[in-house]
């Protein structure tokens, strides 16, 4: 297993950028694939981001976020990033980082392993 802590949110203006960090602690890391969900006030967790655990990254994204967030990995470091541009304010959320087994997976009961989540806010 590994644990997930999740860094980087904050406020910022509209049209601005953030980049979440996740540390991962254990020495499977690897072996996972990661992805980052949202949770926005009153809905459901859905899916940003997820990149696969193979050397060659397969990487999958929401369309919402598709052309402006860009998620990757550095095995070596044990962390998942996510750079996100051109920020609305419909991105406000807490953003979670998550591991799971399945690659490409986007719905979040597929994840095992989650870390307690970034809040990012983003004002008109």
């Known amino acids: 297993q590994v644990q997930l802590v999740e860094s980087g949110g904050g406020l910022v203006q509209a049209g601005g950028s953030l980049r979440l960090s996740c540390a991962a602690s254990?020495?499977?890391?690897?072996?996972?694939?990661m992805a980052w969900f949202r949770q926005a006030p009153g809905k459901e967790r859905e899916f940003v981001a997820a990149?696969?655990?193979?050397?060659?990254?397969?990487?999958y994204y929401a369309d919402s976020v598709k052309g402006r967030f860009t998620i990757s990995r550095d095995n070596a470091k044990n962390t998942v990033s996510l750079r996100m541009n051109s920020l609305k304010p419909e991105d406000t959320a807490v953003y979670y980082c998550?591991?799971?087994?399945?690659?490409?997976?986007?719905?979040?009961?597929?994840?095992?392993?989650w870390g307690q989540g970034t809040q990012v806010t983003v004002s008109s």
């Open positions: 990149i696969s655990w193979t050397t060659i990254n397969t990487i």
């Open positions: 254990g020495r499977t890391f690897s072996s996972y694939a």
């Open positions: 998550a591991a799971g087994l399945v690659t490409g997976a986007r719905l979040a009961h597929e994840y095992t392993q």
